[in-house]
């Protein structure tokens, strides 16, 4: 069975940094793609970024790009993304989600999220 598991998202002030970290069980993540969404409350899921399965390529959306970047460990059958530079918009539940390429909108897999919260 495939899961994925999102850890890394707390509390922290605005300017502040946070790595979030997706592991996958059940499969190996070198066949896949990855996606960090996010859904702040009453709002819409959004994506975040991605990463192709090789991790050569790599998009953000506009509000992250400079301050997210989105790597993988094959090895260690992880994908990260580290936020740098956060602010109080960045607040939401992020997930991660495996599928086949980048934008193929067909996911094999979701985590169960992680809270982010910017403020202070």
């Known amino acids: 069975q495939l899961q994925l598991a999102e850890s890394g998202g707390g509390l922290v002030q605005p300017g502040g940094s946070l790595r979030l970290s997706c592991v996958a069980s059940?499969?190996?993540?070198?066949?896949?793609?990855i996606g960090w969404f996010r859904q702040a409350p009453g709002k819409e899921r959004e994506g975040v970024s991605c990463?192709?399965?090789?991790?050569?390529?790599?998009n953000y959306a506009d509000s992250v790009k400079g301050r997210f970047t989105i790597s993988r460990d094959n090895a260690k059958n992880t994908v990260y993304l580290q936020m740098n530079s956060l602010k109080p918009e960045d607040t939401a539940i992020y997930y991660c989600a495996a599928e086949s390429f980048c934008g193929s909108m067909w996911y094999d897999a979701w985590g169960q999220g992680t809270q982010v919260t910017v403020s202070g």
């Open positions: 990463i192709n399965d090789s991790g050569a390529s790599t």
């Open positions: 059940g499969f190996t993540l070198d066949y896949y793609a």
